[in-house]
C-alpha cells in the first residue's frame, strides 16, 4: 500500500511529533508499505523519509523543482518525481495514494489534507483520511469540523471518515 503522509517541514518544539514521525516510518517499511510525501529533507518531513529509508522501506518524494533549488529536497530516495508547481505536487501524490495520513504541519500541511477532506466528501476517493491527533494537535480542527457538521456545511457521516487516532498504534488498527 502507498502511504501518502502530509506534515510540517519545519523543526517542532514537540518532541513526541518527531517520535511519532519515526514511529510511523517504522511500521511503514516493516509491513512493506510505501512512504508518499513532500520529497523533503527538513522536519517531519526528513525525519519519516529518513526513518523509512533506514529501516530498509521504499520512499517516493514528490518535490517541485524550486524547493530543489533551494537545497531541502532528501536525494537519497527511492524514486524522487520532480514537478513545476505546488498543484502538481498535491495531485501526484493523491494520485499514488492509498492512504492518506496527516502527521502534525503548518498550513502547507492543513491545505493538503484537506484536498484529501473534499475529496471524501465528494466521493471521489479515497473514502477516509487518518490526521494523527498527537497531543491533541487536531483537536482545534475536530472541534471545527465539528461545527460545521452542526451547522450543515459538513455532514456526520463524512466527518466520521475523518479519523483522528492518538497515537501510531489506534493509526496502525485503523489501517
Not at 52 to 72: K, M, Q, S
Request: with cysteine.
Amino acid at each position: 500500500m502507498n502511504i501518502t503522509v502530509y506534515c510540517g517541514s519545519s523543526d517542532s518544539s514537540n518532541l513526541h511529533f518527531e517520535a511519532a514521525a519515526h514511529e510511523l516510518g517504522l511500521w511503514i517499511a516493516q509491513h512493506g508499505h510505501t512512504l508518499v510525501y513532500g520529497g523533503s529533507s527538513v522536519g517531519l518531513m526528513g525525519a519519516i523519509s529518513k526513518t523509512v529509508l533506514g529501516a530498509g522501506g521504499r520512499v517516493i518524494g514528490v518535490e517541485p523543482r524550486f524547493f530543489i533549488e533551494a537545497g531541502v529536497a532528501q536525494h537519497d530516495l527511492t524514486e524522487l518525481i520532480v514537478v513545476e508547481t505546488m498543484g502538481e505536487r498535491k495531485s501526484k501524490m493523491i494520485e499514488l495514494g492509498d492512504a492518506f495520513v496527516a502527521l502534525p504541519g503548518g498550513v502547507g500541511t492543513l491545505e493538503e489534507i484537506s484536498e484529501i477532506f473534499t475529496r471524501v466528501r465528494l466521493d471521489m476517493g479515497p473514502h477516509e483520511c487518518f490526521l494523527l491527533n498527537i497531543d491533541g494537535f487536531y483537536d482545534p480542527l475536530r472541534l471545527f469540523l465539528q461545527s460545521m457538521v452542526e451547522r450543515r456545511f459538513f455532514d456526520q457521516c463524512d466527518l466520521d471518515r475523518c479519523h483522528f487516532p492518538r497515537s501510531v498504534e489506534e493509526l496502525e488498527r485503523l489501517l
